[in-house]
Structure formats: C-alpha cells, structure tokens
C-alpha cells in the first residue's frame, strides 16, 4: 500500500501566534516615537508660522511707509500674540494646542514686549522669542536688532 503525501499549505496556528506577537510588540516600541515625532513637529511648525508672521510685519511696515508692530503677552499669560495690520486692525494668532512662551527677550517694555518694526523695515531693537511643547523641548525666533534679519534655532543666541 503506498501512501500519498499531501503537501503542507499554509502556517500552522503557533506560527501565527508567534509572528503576531512580534508584530505587535514593534508597534508598542514605535508608538511613543510617534507622539515625540508629532510634538516636535507641532513646535517646529509654530516657530515656522511666528518667524513668517513677523516678517510679514515687517514687510507691510515697509509697504504702508509707518511703524507696525507685534505684540506678545506677558510671561506666558496667553499662548496668542497680536500683529498689528494696517488692513485688518489687530488681529490675534493664537498658538497650537501645547505650545506655549518659553521666553520674551528684548525690545523696549518687559511688560507689553513687542516688534516695532519702522518704515525702512528696521526693528526698534533686537527680540528672541522662546516656544516650548509639552515634552520640554524648546526653539527660538530671533530677530536681529540693526538689519531686521528673523531667523529660527534651536537654541537662543548668546
């Protein structure tokens, strides 16, 4: 009598389980970096979105030919800040969720900080501004006190 082998298709239910588990143990290893990820990019985003807003100010100073300014809050109080514009009035920019001042250096009044940037674009004086998320993480908006120049860093200049 001859048997008849049959071959073997498919996995057995231990290699299943098995390869699941590795699978699953992967993605919990992944998912934190993920959050981290989004944090940081949330941040990097708003530092973005603040360094463009302020040289949109600048810009219109020098398009309207008068002083226009930003405006920040005192000391973290709200997570927004003001720009002044010449077509809408005052209008407020509030933060992402989670984000918030770090720090508010420069410029002439410690209580109201603001931009002023004149007619020729140049700012009444140098201000970095510190943005800080959630995991601690902080980046920096800095505008140079005779050119004007906004840059982004990661860390605060000297």
């Given at each position: 009598?001859?048997?008849?082998?049959?071959?073997?298709?498919?996995?057995?239910?231990?290699?299943l389980i098995a390869t699941i588990t590795?699978?699953?143990?992967?993605?919990?290893?992944?998912?934190?970096?993920?959050?981290?990820?989004?944090?940081?990019?949330?941040?990097?985003?708003?530092?973005a979105k603040l360094a463009q807003d302020?040289?949109?100010?600048?810009?219109?100073?020098?398009?309207?030919?008068?002083?226009?300014?930003?405006?920040?809050?005192?000391?973290?109080?709200?997570?927004?800040?003001?720009?002044n514009c010449p077509q809408r009035g005052?209008?407020?920019?509030?933060?992402?969720?989670?984000?918030?001042?770090?720090?508010?250096?420069?410029?002439?009044?410690?209580?109201?900080?603001?931009?002023?940037?004149?007619?020729?674009?140049?700012?009444?004086?140098?201000?970095?501004?510190?943005?800080?998320?959630?995991?601690?993480?902080?980046?920096?908006?800095?505008?140079?006190?005779?050119?004007?120049?906004?840059?982004?860093?990661?860390?605060?200049?000297?």
């Open positions: 009598m001859i048997k008849k082998m049959r071959s073997q298709n498919g996995f057995t239910l231990l290699e590795i699978i699953c143990i992967m993605i919990l290893m992944i998912i934190p970096n993920l959050f981290h990820l989004v944090d940081s990019l949330v941040l990097e985003s708003a530092q302020i040289r949109l100010v600048k810009m219109h100073a020098i398009a309207a030919e008068r002083n226009i300014w930003v405006r920040f809050p005192f000391a973290g109080a709200d997570n927004a800040y003001i720009i005052n209008v407020e920019v509030k933060l992402p969720e989670g984000i918030e001042f770090s720090m508010i250096r420069g410029g002439q009044d410690t209580l109201n900080p603001r931009i002023v940037f004149s007619p020729d674009g140049t700012p009444w004086g140098g201000v970095t501004i510190g943005l800080v998320n959630r995991k601690g993480e902080s980046r920096y908006v800095i505008v140079a006190a005779v050119s004007g120049r906004v840059r982004m860093d990661r860390v605060p200049p000297d």
